[in-house]
């Protein structure tokens, strides 16, 4: 990240709204050092100063000059190398008087309001609002020090300068030093999305990889971290590398990236293939536009295989390949049968309950102990190659995790089976009249948001129907389906050449049995690779269970990421070792 890339995000701490949010709270203190208010004063320090150093690495002391001392004052301290200069930076959180009855109408000095290009408060100009300027300011160049972490890449937020940054700024030159070649594409001029495509072309006789990753990841969640941790820049502890997209994605194509560039540099800079990188900026709002860049773009992405990394290994101590992923089916029931409410005593048991119904009709569809009772929502029976891939897989819960239902799905699976191997029909979401604040009166409406994920061979196309069919047989022609989200399943063949090789390869470099998952129990964007790439696809991920990915403290462990670093170097230099033209 380049001087102009930081100021720039050093502006959208502003913009985005988190220096308001930073400054009310502390205009919000009542810190008259005139009263002297001592729990004030030091509740200004040890609640918001201490806690927001914290985050930028510092160490803090309270202290006064004598234990009867009218003044109190914080020391902090964030030591990188003695060879280096050393900064301080004053401030003071002390105010003058609030004069709560001369302020002008509608303002107030305890909190922050904004009138044009004013932000009225006490404090805001001497010297609350000065320090969070110099506190925000020294954050954000912090987080830009810590490489791909740094930059600020929530798409759901969709600052388009932060996304592209993170491609123009860091991936592009690192890419260039290896001699790839890149463009960042648009589907369309008023795409959502941003792509990267990269090529590196060594001989037209050779094997072509693609490696798909996406930079951006979720909200920050900033107030939300552990003390001392931050989302926007890496923090390590113990095995734990801390930071938003440590686990999704930054850090799993960081460690391909990585590989390649090592056997790159082994190889005197002829590796043995070619290699092509897809790089999207919108896979946490559900890749738009990542199909139509792939259909659009279809000769340039040509290739032989798919290696990517995401998602989860099956544990941290496994190794993992996956070869596609479970289907997604979202869809929408509602029972809307009146405009409004009615009293429950007068009406009860003379007007259908929408609430009721809906219940009903859910629990056609799949029964109390979660096996589904629908057929058009069921797969084919279990193929014998994938009941034995799943065979020595077994899932166990981290410590932080609930434990599995035993007795939960169809009967007759392993956990493995129902997971990887078949489908599950959940519910959503649920809602019928007001839960936290109930009145006597039966509702007008109901709602239930119900998801599949399916595997490979499921009736997708007949889905939607089977449901209608289903709930007009079933006696509940009120309820109206509506289709919101749909992915399909992928699954490459276990026999492929492809997965022997690289099954083969990794358990060569870590001398353990890996776990072959025929697909994802979750969703990537694989179907665009398999159908419409046409490509063989294999996952490698990089991540575990507990990485709490999407969550505050998203971490990924450094003992999982230097054996995927070894892993993947081990798949590249095998790649290159291919005499795949004889084949």
């Known amino acids: 990240m380049d001087r102009s890339a930081v100021i720039r995000n050093a502006a959208d701490y502003y913009h985005s709204g988190r220096f308001l949010a930073d400054l009310d709270r502390r205009v919000g203190f009542h810190t008259e050092s005139v009263r002297g208010k001592r729990e004030d004063l030091a509740a200004y320090l040890t609640e918001e100063i201490v806690p927001a150093l914290a985050k930028s690495g510092f160490s803090s002391e309270l202290c006064r000059t004598a234990d009867n001392g009218r003044n109190l004052f914080l020391i902090a301290e964030r030591h990188e190398d003695a060879a280096l200069p050393t900064v301080l930076m004053y401030g003071h959180g002390d105010v003058v008087a609030g004069m709560e009855d001369r302020w002008s109408e509608g303002l ?76 960042i594409v648009k589907a369309a001029e008023a795409g959502r999305n941003l792509f990267l495509i990269a090529e590196r072309h060594e001989d037209a006789a050779l094997p072509t990889v693609l490696m798909y990753g996406h930079g951006d990841v979720v909200a920050g969640m900033e107030e939300r971290w552990s003390e001392g941790l931050a989302p926007w820049r890496v923090t390590q502890r113990g095995d734990r590398l801390y930071g938003r997209g440590t686990a999704d994605n930054k850090g799993q194509h960081s460690i391909n990236l990585a590989a390649f560039a090592e056997v790159l540099a082994a190889r005197n800079g002829r590796i043995g293939f070619n290699m092509k990188v897809l ?42 390949l996956f070869l596609g992923a479970r289907g997604i089916f979202k869809f929408r029931l509602t029972a809307d049968l009146r405009a409004s409410e009615h009293h429950s005593g007068n009406w009860g048991g003379l007007l259908v309950n929408p609430a009721t119904l809906l219940a009903n009709a ?34 166990t819960p981290g410590a932080d995790d609930p434990a599995i239902d035993a007795e939960w799905g169809e009967p007759g699976l392993t956990p493995a089976e129902r997971v990887y191997g078949w489908n599950a029909l959940e519910v959503l979401a649920l809602a019928a009249g007001d839960t936290q604040h109930p009145v006597n009166a039966i509702p007008g409406k109901a709602e239930a948001v119900c998801q599949l994920r399916f595997v490979v061979g499921t009736d997708l196309q007949g889905a939607a129907e089977a449901i209608r069919a289903h ?14 989200w749909v992915e399909p399943a992928t699954r490459l063949d276990l026999d492929n050449r492809w997965v022997r090789w690289a099954v083969a390869s990794i358990e060569q470099t870590t001398a353990k049995k890996i776990a072959l998952l025929p697909n994802f129990g979750g969703t990537v964007p694989n179907e665009c690779f398999a159908k419409d790439l046409a490509l063989p696809t294999l996952w490698v991920p990089h991540s ?40």
């Open 279 to 320: 790089l999207e900026m919108g896979e946490e709002i559900g890749s738009p536009e990542l199909t139509g860049v792939c259909r659009s773009q279809r000769e340039r992405l040509k290739a032989d295989v798919l290696i990517s990394s995401d998602g989860p290994r099956l544990s941290a101590q496994r190794p993992t």
């Open 471 to 484: 709930l007009a047989a079933k006696g509940f022609p009120q309820i109206a389906l509506a289709v919101e």
């Open 108 to 183: 107030t000095p305890w909190r922050v309001t904004v009138r044009g290009d004013r932000l009225y408060g006490r404090g805001t100009a001497d010297n609350k609002g000065q320090h969070s300027i110099n506190l925000g300011a020294f954050a954000e160049v912090l987080a830009a020090r810590n490489g791909r972490v740094g930059f600020h890449t929530d798409s759901i937020r969709g600052n388009t300068g932060d996304l592209a940054a993170y491609l123009t700024d860091d991936i592009v030159p690192a890419l260039a030093e290896m001699g790839f070649s890149s463009e």
């Open 362 to 395: 859910i629990a056609s569809m799949v029964d109390g102990n979660g096996r589904i009772l629908l057929e058009g929502l069921r797969p084919p029976a279990l193929p014998e190659a994938v009941r034995q891939a799943l065979a020595d897989i077994v899932l």
């Open 544 to 583: 575990y269970p507990g990485c709490n990915q999407h969550a505050p403290n998203e971490h990924m462990l450094g003992s999982v990421a230097e054996e995927g670093i070894r892993i993947m170097a081990g798949l590249f230099w095998d790649l290159g070792e291919q005499p795949w033209n004889q084949q």
